[in-house]
Each structure stands twice: as structure tokens, then as C-alpha cells.
């Protein structure tokens, strides 16, 4: 039976039709993945938050007893900002309402760090010496991992990346930043309030990649054409540079130290720093960097970089090393008396590297007096006949960490020519010398690739490698 529909009847539907299809089309309101289910934001700083909808649309967002709102630009971009809070352990609602409304449960506030770097930050606790031990007992629902899923490069700054919230657990923590995990779990411990951790990584990248244009236009030996491709910053870092953090730690340098790089990782580190500070709108966020391990570079890499070579390594801890007085607000962990294998250039033990920036974060950051974060540090040399005098600033009474004599010190004379040498412990200072150098002029520590010395503080922390001279 055919159904028939009278003249008027037709051009009623017709109207329909076309009213339908000249009316505007809207879009529900949207979120980047960073902003969702089971995050922690950071207290004691404005919460801001950022999404789509349609342009010119107004976007509310109510958090507790605070709200505000904003209106979508042409491009249908909306940003806002909702009032800092303390730390809870409360889970909280965050609403976004607009033609759509979208619910967030489970927020927490409290302490939030970005751990980004190379693959020695991205190692994931499956592969790490305490990983059997440890992730089993990973069950911490008040620390929150978001994971960058995926390596990314991009000509141009992009706005968002694919990841999630997780609350730790032994399933979600298995193939997170065992650095990171280790570092959020003392922290955690030591501070007991929530803890987020954003993990952004990619194993064998240089740090050039990860700096933004305005980092390298800060720093004048880096301002050249040659070093403006921060392809993975604007894939990895700038989708997450709304968000407030309380601070970032870094470690890289492998790769960088392979290509032969010695004194400009220093200007490296700060144009990266600086940049990240800018764009994040954070001028005093904490840096805190692990300084590499040693390794066999030269036997391993020698063949596709002639240029490496013995001192290529210390050259480059002295580098980093110097990034610490270069850089405010930042600090660096040694990590040379626990890596363990020096033919590996990913050192299995995870854990104590972790523990270690807790402790810089939780005496820099957060002012703990009574933890001890630092090694002995190299501070000036005298001269007293056919010895020298080393004076070192410390947080604790320096020692050896065996029990054993003091090993990887050097000392020339001036032919300049190291040989080894005995050193002792006597106060805050130490005495070195050797047979042969009756009128000694430098001393070297710990000057090689593969050097593991034992010279360190009370607390177990080693010294850094350093040199007295300039040769």
C-alpha cells in the first residue's frame, strides 16, 4: 500500500529538511587525555584546565565549591583556571558542563612531577634487578601513573597525546618508568600526600629534539637554524605544558655523550630548562637530573664515533656537573657506585637511582633538613709539599663507602702526566699523593670511563667525578 502525503504535508517535511540542514552542527565539549579519571592536580597552584567545543561556546567547570568559565575561541580552544587547594586524599568530582556535560570522578590533590628522558627513564620496572620484588607489592592507590603511550615527532606543536590515568598497582606499574615509580613511591612516603607521576620518554633521542624553540633562542651558542627541530617536545612535552607541575626529573645524556657532546650539554641542559620553564609557565619549577653511568663507550661505539675517546665520558659528568651551578633550582644525583655492570649502559637497579632524586626533591623541594641529598663535593686544592690537600663540601662526614682504601684518585706533577695515588681521609678534607711526584700539581678523581670509585659521605652517597685542572 503506497502511502501518499498531500502537497502541504510535502512541503512541511521539505521546511524540516532544509532547517536542518542550514542549523549549526555542535560539538560536544572535549578533554585532552591528560585531563580525566584517577588524576592528581597540583596543590597549592591554580588548576588549569583546557579543552574544545564549539567557538564561542561557554565551557563551566565546578570543582568542589569552585567554578568558572569560559568562552571557546574561532578555533574552539577554551582555557581556564579553578583556585589552588591543598593536598587531599579525598577522591573529588571535577564537572565540565557546555551543550554536554562530562563527569571526572576520582581527582586527587596533591604533588605532581613530569620524569622524562631517555631510555634509562623509560627502563620499565619488568627489567630492573628489584623488579620481582617490587612490583607485587606496587598496590598504592594514592600515587597516579600517566604514561605517554607512544613515540612521538611532530613538525609543529601539537595539543594533545594518547594516555590515561592509572592508580598504581602491580599491573599498571609493570611497564612504567621504574626511575619515576621508585622516585614517586618515596616521595609518597615521605610527604604522604598523593603523588602523580607523567612519564614522557624515548630511548635513544639526544635532548636536542626534546627543547623547545624559545629554550634554544635563550642560549647563544644554540640559536643557529641547526638546532631549531624540537620535533618530540611537540609531540611529547607541549600537549602537557597547560598542566601544573611541581617539578621535572631528567635523565638523558647517553646519546648526546656518544655523538661526543662535552662542554655544550651544558648550554644544552639550559636551553632545555629554560624552555620547559617558559613553557610551562613556571620559571622556578625544580630540575632534577641524574648524572650517566659509567660505561665502556670507547670499546663499545669507538668504531662509528672515531671521535670518542678515554675522556670523552668524564668530560661530559664534568658538563653535567656544571649544569648545577649554571641552572637555578636545580640538582643532580650520582649514580656510579650502583651501576653495577659497566658494560651495560642501562644499570638494572632502578630503585636506588629513584630514591635518590626523592631525596633531592625532598631536601631542595620540600625542605627536609634531615635528609642528607649530596655527596662530597670538590671545592679547592692546596698544595703541602709532596702532597695535596682536597677540600670538599659535604652534608655528612666523608668515608669510604667499603671500608676500603681510597681508590681512583691520580695525581700529576708538571709533565702532567697522571699516575695513580694514595689518598686518606682526615676531617673534611683529603690527603693525596704518590711516589714519583715529589712536586704534585693536579689530582683527578674517578677521571674514567669505567671508574667506579669508593670515596663518598656517611649518608652512602659517592662523589662525583672531578679534576683540579684545566688540561
Known amino acids: 500500500m503506497r502511502l501518499l502525503l498531500r502537497p502541504a504535508a510535502v512541503c512541511f517535511c ?18 585532552p587525555s591528560l585531563i580525566g579519571a584517577h ?10 584546565l583546557w579543552g574544545w567545543a564549539d567557538a564561542g561556546e561557554q565551557v563551566t567547570a565546578s570543582f568542589g565549591d569552585a567554578s568558572a568559565t569560559a568562552t571557546a575561541d574561532k578555533a574552539g580552544q577554551w582555557q581556564l583556571s579553578l583556585p589552588a587547594r591543598t593536598a587531599s586524599t579525598v577522591p573529588q568530582t571535577l564537572t565540565i558542563t557546555a551543550t554536554n556535560t562530562i563527569v571526572v570522578k576520582d581527582v586527587l590533590v596533591g604533588e605532581v612531577w613530569l620524569c622524562s628522558g631517555q631510555s634509562n627513564m623509560e627502563w620499565p620496572m619488568t627489567k630492573t634487578s628489584h623488579g620481582g620484588e617490587e612490583i607485587p607489592m606496587a598496590d598504592h592507590p594514592k600515587i597516579r601513573l600517566f604514561d605517554v603511550r607512544q613515540h612521538i615527532k611532530k613538525p609543529h606543536p601539537q595539543d594533545d597525546v594518547p594516555g590515561t590515568w592509572q592508580a598504581c598497582s602491580p599491573e599498571s606499574v609493570a611497564g612504567f618508568s621504574a626511575v619515576g615509580y621508585h622516585f614517586g613511591k618515596s616521595l609518597h612516603a615521605g610527604l604522604d600526600v598523593p603523588v602523580g607521576l607523567i612519564g614522557s620518554n624515548w630511548g635513544g633521542t639526544q635532548i636536542e629534539p626534546w627543547t623547545p624553540k624559545v629554550g634554544l633562542d635563550g642560549v647563544p651558542s644554540l640559536a643557529s637554524p641547526n638546532t631549531k627541530n624540537g620535533d618530540i617536545y611537540n609531540g611529547m612535552i607541549h600537549p602537557l605544558t597547560p598542566w601544573s607541575l611541581r617539578g621535572i626529573i631528567w635523565y638523558q645524556g647517553e646519546s648526546n655523550c656518544l655523538k661526543g657532546d662535552t ?9 632545555l630548562v629554560e624552555g620547559w620553564r617558559t613553557v610551562f609557565e613556571q620559571d622556578d619549577l625544580p630540575f632534577y637530573f641524574v648524572q650517566i653511568a659509567p660505561f665502556t663507550y670507547v670499546e663499545k661505539f669507538k668504531q662509528r664515533n672515531p671521535g670518542l675517546h678515554a675522556e670523552s665520558l668524564p668530560r661530559f659528568w664534568e658538563a653535567q656537573q656544571a649544569c648545577t651551578d649554571r641552572i637555578p633550582n636545580s640538582g643532580m644525583v650520582v649514580v656510579s657506585d650502583i651501576t653495577g655492570d659497566v658494560s651495560d649502559i642501562h644499570p638494572r637497579n632502578k630503585r636506588d637511582v629513584g630514591k635518590r632524586l626523592a631525596d633531592l626533591a625532598l631536601a631542595k623541594t620540600y625542605g627536609r633538613d634531615d635528609v642528607v641529598s649530596s655527596g662530597p663535593r670538590y671545592e679547592a686544592m692546596n698544595i703541602e709539599g709532596s702532597a695535596v690537600r682536597l677540600q670538599f663540601a659535604s652534608q ?5 663507602l667499603d671500608g676500603e682504601p ?7 706533577g708538571a709533565d702532567k702526566q697522571f699516575v695513580p695515588a694514595t689518598a686518606a681521609i682526615r676531617g673534611n678534607t683529603v690527603i693525596v699523593k704518590a711516589d714519583g711526584v715529589p712536586t704534585p700539581q693536579a689530582v683527578r ?9 669508593n670515596f663518598g659521605n656517611e649518608a652512602g652517597l659517592p662523589a662525583a667525578a672531578f679534576r683540579t685542572d684545566q688540561w
Do not use: C, N
Request: charged share 15%; proline share 3%; hydrophobic share 50%.
Open 39 to 48: 588524576m592528581v592536580v597540583q596543590q597549592g597552584k591554580p588548576i588549569r
Open 406 to 412: 681510597l681508590r681512583e684518585f691520580m695525581i700529576a
Open 445 to 453: 678523581f674517578a677521571w674514567q670511563e669505567t671508574a667506579v670509585g
Open 263 to 271: 662542554t655544550i650539554y651544558t648550554d644544552r641542559t639550559q636551553a
Open 14 to 31: 521539505i521546511g524540516l529538511m532544509l532547517q536542518s540542514l542550514s542549523a549549526p552542527l555542535h560539538a560536544d565539549v572535549r578533554l
Open 396 to 400: 655528612s662526614a666523608l668515608t669510604s
